[in-house]
Nanobody, 114 residues
Framework: QVQLVESGGGLVQAGGSLRLTCAAS????????MRWYRQAPGKQRELVAR???????LYADSAKGRFIISRDNGKNTVYLTMNSLKPEDTGVYYC????????WGQGTQVTVSS
């Protein structure tokens, strides 16, 4: 079993920045794909960014140029640095680990005020 614990969410004004952190409880983190998803009120959960074990990244069009996903395998931690935040970035952000099976964190709320 893997536990994922997100932190770093909060309330920020449009144009501001936040850094989300997701800490994994097991060492299989280093061989796994890590992903950040977002779920806005009344909408389906959507992929925001992902990073492979080798560091290859992929971003949703809405995140390109503003968000950066990174990982520290020594700390079993993945980060999502979010810059130039917009009100439409508001939602619950979930960390996801894809290894021999899939694991989810409990989510952290991000609210961007206009």
């Amino acid at each position: 079993q893997v536990q994922l614990v997100e932190s770093g969410g909060g309330l920020v004004q449009a144009g501001g920045s936040l850094r989300l952190t997701c800490a994994a409880s097991r060492s299989l983190f280093s061989s796994s794909i890590m992903r950040w998803y977002r779920q806005a009120p009344g909408k389906q959960r959507e992929l925001v960014a992902r990073i492979t074990s080798g560091g290859s990244t992929l971003y949703a069009d809405s995140a390109k140029g503003r968000f950066i996903i990174s990982r520290d395998n020594g700390k079993n931690t993945v980060y999502l640095t979010m810059n130039s935040l917009k009100p439409e970035d508001t939602g619950v952000y979930y960390c996801n680990l894809l290894g021999y099976r899939e694991f989810w964190g409990q989510g952290t709320q991000v609210t961007v005020s206009s």
